[in-house]
């Protein structure tokens, strides 16, 4: 029998004019963006920010030199640029994030405008690695995921939506993918408010509300 869906949650009546940050992280393919779009779907009034929106853009490198990156270090985010837009939205201002494109390893000349609103989230997979980020953060969020699943679903993704071949996608979680989990990701999971097994999105969901309630 399916679960019913998690109650609906309107914060609009909050007081305080500072938004409620959350953050959630989790391996590549954990299922934590399952997980904030479920949160969007259930939060009247949410901001929603990725961290991989902000991959630098490195127009002075060529395209074979741009696939041969370390996406999954740190270093390849600008996060400098991700905590000045999260702190305008804590002024109450919108700010345009970055529309990275992955096929090209470059942003787009597009941006999209994110509104200020009594709920953000803030999903990425270095996002709880990052202490500029967690300071910002009132509830921290950690998707539990076997490694065995987050490959497949990598795998899959990376294939069908950014146009990789197979190959491409095991070369690059053999050399960065798996060793930056382990060196970043994986650690980061200390800092969490909440772990979340893979998965378990609708417990999950109302678990998370209820956090979130209680800090309101």
Do not use: C
């Not at 953000?120 to 921290?140: F, H, K, N, Q, T």
């Amino acid at each position: 029998m399916a679960l019913p869906p998690p109650p609906r949650f309107d914060p609009s009546g909050w007081g305080n004019s500072t938004p409620l940050i959350i953050g959630v992280a989790g391996g590549s393919g954990s299922g934590k963006t399952t997980i904030a779009e479920a949160l969007i779907e259930a939060i009247d009034g949410v901001a929603y920010v990725k961290h991989d929106a902000y991959y630098k853009h490195r127009v002075d490198l060529t395209f074979e030199e741009r696939t041969r990156l370390n996406y999954d270090h740190p270093n390849s985010l600008e996060t400098d640029l991700l905590v000045t837009h999260l702190e305008t939205l804590r002024e109450g201002l919108p700010f345009a994030q970055p529309v990275y494109d992955f096929s090209q390893h470059l942003r787009s000349v597009q941006t999209v405008t994110v509104a200020p609103a009594p709920v953000v989230i803030l999903e990425g997979i270095l996002v709880l690695a990052e202490p500029e980020l967690r300071a910002l953060m009132d509830l921290r969020v950690f998707v539990d995921t076997d490694a065995d699943l987050r490959l497949a679903r990598r795998l899959e993704r990376d294939i069908h939506e950014r146009g990789r071949s197979p190959e491409s996608v095991l070369a690059q979680y053999l050399t960065s993918v798996r060793p930056m989990h382990n060196e970043f990701v994986e650690p980061s999971k200390r800092h969490a408010d909440i772990i979340i097994p893979g998965g378990m999105k609708v417990g999950a969901v109302a678990t998370i509300i209820e956090l979130i309630r209680a800090r309101m």
